[in-house]
C-alpha cells in the first residue's frame, strides 16, 4: 500500500508534504509531485499537510481520482531518474 497525490497537486506542488515525510519518498514530477510506492512507509504524515487536500491512502483515493493510482505507479516507470522533491522549507 502507499500514499497516492491526485489531480488537485497539479499546478500546485506546494511541497508543504515533502517537509513532513520521513524517507523522502516524494518526488517531484512534470506535472505534479508523486509518491514512490515501493519507498512510501505508509505513515501518513504527508495526508493533512497537503493545503489542496490532494493526498489519499491507495485504497482511499476518491472515484473521480482514481486514475491517479496507476498514473502515480507508472510515473516512475517511465522516469526512473525522476528527482527527490525539494523541501519547501528547508
Ligand atoms: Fe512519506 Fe509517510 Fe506520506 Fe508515505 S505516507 S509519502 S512515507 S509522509
Not at 512534470?30 to 510506492?37: A, G, S, W
Not at 504527508?46 to 482511499?60: G, M, W
Request: aromatic share 10%.
Amino acid at each position: 500500500m502507499t500514499y497516492i497525490i491526485a489531480e488537485p497537486c497539479i499546478g500546485v506542488k506546494d511541497r508543504a508534504c515533502v517537509d513532513v515525510c520521513p524517507v523522502e519518498c516524494i518526488y517531484d514530477g512534470e506535472d505534479q509531485l508523486y509518491i514512490k510506492p515501493e519507498e512510501c512507509i505508509d505513515c501518513a504524515a504527508c495526508e493533512p499537510e497537503c493545503p489542496v487536500t490532494a493526498i489519499f491512502e491507495e485504497s482511499a483515493v476518491p472515484e473521480q481520482w482514481k486514475a491517479f493510482i496507476p498514473k502515480n505507479y507508472d510515473y516512475f516507470v517511465q522516469h526512473p531518474d525522476a528527482p527527490v522533491a525539494q523541501r519547501k522549507n528547508a
